[in-house]
């Protein structure tokens, strides 16, 4: 192992597990927190170092549990606070860090709280949310969408007044400009620092506060305005006033200083998911002190075209747009996006693996994606998520990237016992495509992913080293160094199906680490590197 002094956040590896689909230990074809303990040392393994685990709080799961009832509390489907605890301290055990899904934007609509607040407008909780008349016409108070489709307000007909959602009616959105939200907000960090979190992924980061004035978002009259992918009515407008109020950053910077309250011993971490591709705005949930979150996710490569101009170009923007001294990091995919497997094939899979590890900055890994499962077929009768379910026919639904962790070739791919249903069918290739499987490959994705990390855990210079991108390469390369006092690394990536030959005759020699390929290790004169098709290397220079 390197002596590295950076915090864990910045030289380790996030890995996130979606509860549901990670591993079944009761039987009901759900994933569950016994499920996750019992798969600790596959993770250590593997070798990343920190676990985000997706929701599991008490919820009647209208959005799979990003719809809370109760943030300190495990939802008896996953198991109870008890295992978590247990979870907690065998990952600790492990060298493993837990972070947690924090979903400040909004709770359930059957969250006690908002039953509160519908109850009558004289209710102390009535502000807890935010409600507000008809207009004249009985029409919502503002045109603001709903990111799930349709308008973001809800009628309530007892107290005859509209509450707002930005996601699903049964999501109402908490009002975070009233104190009291705040202070029990905080409170539930507090609750689980206290029992040992080491972070939190903040959900929909950006969109707790929005304009108190609820002015019209403007219409959208460009293309350029729209989220990475399509998203039908939702895109007609432009989102200024309906989220990232400015106000936020005061939320961020307070919370950030809750966090550092509990960090004298190791750091606790904030990730913040922020959907926002305008750099210098991104840039600003760092905080101007680098004192809000210690990252925003950075989602660019989910939506750039996967060729080595973009992709290098993709790179260059966010290194040169940080905030002096803030660190960069880099993500293929998520609960909420179409597989890396499927969005580029095989062979550009493991290539987009060795970026990812390599790169400077924070990798986070979705489960699964290091054995290379693609998107699994969900048939109509299957549908679950709401997002396909309300909005049919626009391929927004996202059941086909969560359906469940492959671990061998047994009947529901060792995710569940053979005779309960898996929560969501599992793709047809779980019989190739499995850890059992692909540990006994040396040449399969999961053992060069491993390798891969390997690597990264051991050498400085892809932990923390500089990153520089090399000029003159053919257009269909990605080549670029990453480099500490002691160690230079050059990092070749071909991102076309052609062999592609470089000629970098003023690095002089180095060795091969690694290929995507798994099959070469000799030492190179760089005045004529080839590289095969969809091939990436990592060399190691004999100079600095
Ligand atoms: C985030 C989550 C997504 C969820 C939404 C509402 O975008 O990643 O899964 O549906 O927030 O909580």
């Not at 978002?217 to 007609?236: A, C, E, R």
Request: aromatic fraction near 12%.
């Amino acid at each position: 192992m390197i002596s590295n002094t950076s915090p864990w956040w910045q030289h380790g590896i996030i890995y996130q597990i979606y509860p549901r689909s990670f591993k079944d230990s009761n039987g009901d074809g759900i994933g569950d927190l016994e499920g996750i303990i019992s798969q600790l040392d596959y993770l250590t393994w593997l070798g990343v170092n920190a676990l985000w685990l997706s929701p599991f709080y008490p919820s009647p799961m209208a959005d799979f549990g990003y719809d809370i009832t109760d943030y300190c509390a495990v939802d008896p489907l996953f198991g109870d606070l008890k295992t978590c605890d247990r979870l907690i301290e065998q990952a600790h055990q492990r060298d493993l860090k837990v972070m947690l899904d924090f979903v400040p934007n909004h709770t359930s609509d059957e969250h006690p709280w908002f039953l509160l607040s519908r109850s009558s407008r004289q209710n102390s909780r009535r502000d807890w949310y935010i409600w507000a008349d008809a207009r004249p016409d009985g029409s919502p108070p503002n045109n603001w969408l709903s990111v799930m489709g349709g308008s973001a307000w809800e009628w309530d007909a007892s107290t005859a007044q509209y509450y707002l959602h930005t996601f699903l009616t049964k999501q109402p959105d908490l009002n975070w400009r009233n104190p009291a939200v705040k202070a029990a907000m905080f409170d539930v960090i507090r609750f689980w620092l206290e029992r040992g979190i080491d972070g939190f992924r903040v959900d929909a980061a950006h969109y707790i506060l929005k304009d108190p004035a609820l002015r019209d978002n403007p219409l959208n009259s460009s293309v350029q305005q729209v989220l990475h992918k399509p998203m039908g009515d939702y895109d007609s407008q432009v989102h200024l006033y309906d989220s990232a109020h400015s106000d936020v950053h005061a939320v961020y910077r307070e919370l950030r200083q809750l966090l550092n309250t509990y960090s004298t011993t190791q750091p606790r971490f904030l990730l913040g998911e922020v959907h926002i591709f305008n750099r210098e705005v991104w840039a600003n949930y760092y905080g101007a002190d680098l004192d809000e979150l210690h990252m925003p996710f950075n989602f660019d490569f989910i939506r750039t075209i996967w060729n080595a101009r973009d992709i290098r170009q993709s790179v260059d923007d966010l290194e040169a747009h940080l905030p002096p001294g803030a660190w960069p990091n880099y993500v293929l995919g998520n609960h909420d996006e179409p597989r890396i497997m499927t969005r580029v094939g095989s062979g550009m899979a493991r290539l987009a693996m060795l970026l990812l590890l390599t790169l400077r900055g924070t990798p986070t890994l979705y489960y699964g994606d290091e054995i290379g499962m693609h998107d699994g077929e969900i048939p109509p009768e299957r549908v679950s998520d709401p997002m396909a379910k309300n909005r049919p026919g626009l391929g927004l639904g996202r059941d086909p990237e969560r359906t469940p962790m492959q671990w061998d070739g047994s009947p529901n791919a060792g995710f569940c016992l053979s005779a309960s249903e898996p929560w969501l069918p599992l793709p047809a290739d779980y019989q190739q495509v499995n850890v059992a499987v692909e540990q006994e490959d040396p040449y399969s994705l999961l053992s060069f992913t491993r390798r891969l990390i390997e690597l990264r855990r051991s050498a400085l210079a892809l932990t923390a080293g500089s990153y520089s991108p090399i000029e003159e390469t053919p257009a269909a390369c990605f080549v670029f160094r990453r480099q500490s006092a002691e160690q230079s690394y050059l990092i070749a990536l071909n991102f076309s199906g052609e062999e592609q030959a470089l000629a970098l005759s003023e690095l002089g020699r180095g060795r091969i680490i690694l290929s995507t390929c798994l099959d070469r290790g000799e030492l190179i004169d760089l005045t004529l590197l080839r590289l095969r098709g969809e091939e990436g290397l990592v060399i190691a220079l004999e100079s600095l």
